[in-house]
């Protein structure tokens, strides 16, 4: 695992969008894993920006994202779907026939989790999986647990994470309780992750992210068993881990 120290969000999401662009410069027909929440904004702004200019060409690309809210539509502002559609998609030249995100509103769920993780591997899998970490270790809604699931699956949400997401609703009570994510196996097989973690409030798990130890109690710390991770962090969660 490799760790890289920034001096701030704005240099990590430059460096996240910076890999990102030699991957799809390399290979035109990428497969990028993307993640929603505060952390990837800015690697998506960079994307943006480069798609502007013209360094960067998402015409071939393909992207399947980590997570959804049950109940929640591509409609809904809450929505992962439209987080992407709203912070990417609409600003880049993507085919929005090559954009996958869960479907939250599926009538049978285990089935859209089934044809979800086929429908990745029929791709060959990811090339590039960006992801943030929760404060209690978890990525993309792998919680916490004494078990964790190698597909897609419907999982509830920890409390602390309802406690953490309601910051984008007007009430606690309004976050959806459950999600369709990925599974820890299906990320593992990504070629290449690259995690970013900022602020205070991710320092012990990231600290237990490069402990050397592996517990289910902190699903992040499964990525040591990865060999491309890229952990990128800022300078103030760098000063806490020392
Ligand atoms: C989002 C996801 C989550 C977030 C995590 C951190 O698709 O899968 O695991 O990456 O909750 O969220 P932020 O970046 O908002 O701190």
């Not at 999401?13 to 990102?20: G, P």
């Not at 954009?99 to 591997?121: H, M, S």
């Not at 929760?134 to 190698?150: K, M, R, T, Y």
């Not at 990128?232 to 806490?240: A, F, H, P, V």
Request: overall charge negative.
């Amino acid at each position: 695992m490799k760790l890289v120290i920034k001096k701030d969000y704005d240099e990590m999401s430059k460096l996240a969008a910076e890999t990102i662009k030699g991957i799809v410069n390399n290979k035109p027909t990428a497969i990028l894993g993307l993640a929603t929440g505060s952390t990837p904004i800015g690697v998506y702004k960079e994307l943006i920006k480069m798609n502007k200019s013209n360094d960067i060409d998402f015409s071939k690309v393909t992207t399947v994202n980590l997570d959804e809210y049950i109940g929640l539509g591509e409609n809904d502002p809450q929505s992962y779907r439209y987080f992407m559609n709203k912070n990417l998609f609409e600003y880049i030249n993507i085919n929005k026939s090559n954009t996958f995100v869960p479907n939250g509103l599926a009538e049978n769920i285990e089935q859209e989790a089934k044809n979800y993780d086929n429908k990745i591997d029929e791709l060959d899998g990811i090339d590039v999986q960006i992801l943030g970490i929760g404060s209690n270790g978890h990525i993309a809604f792998n919680e916490p647990s004494d078990v964790l699931i190698a597909g897609t699956h419907l999982t509830g949400l920890t409390e602390s994470t309802i406690e953490a997401n309601s910051r984008f609703f007007d009430s606690a009570s309004e976050v959806p309780k459950s999600a369709l994510t990925m599974g820890l196996g299906q990320i593992m097989k990504s070629r290449k992750i690259l995690l970013l973690a900022q602020g205070e409030n991710k320092a012990e798990v990231v600290k237990e992210l490069l402990s050397g130890k592996i517990t289910t109690k902190n699903p992040s710390t499964m990525l040591q068993m990865h060999k491309d991770v890229t952990i990128i962090i800022d300078e103030e969660i760098g000063k806490l881990i020392k």
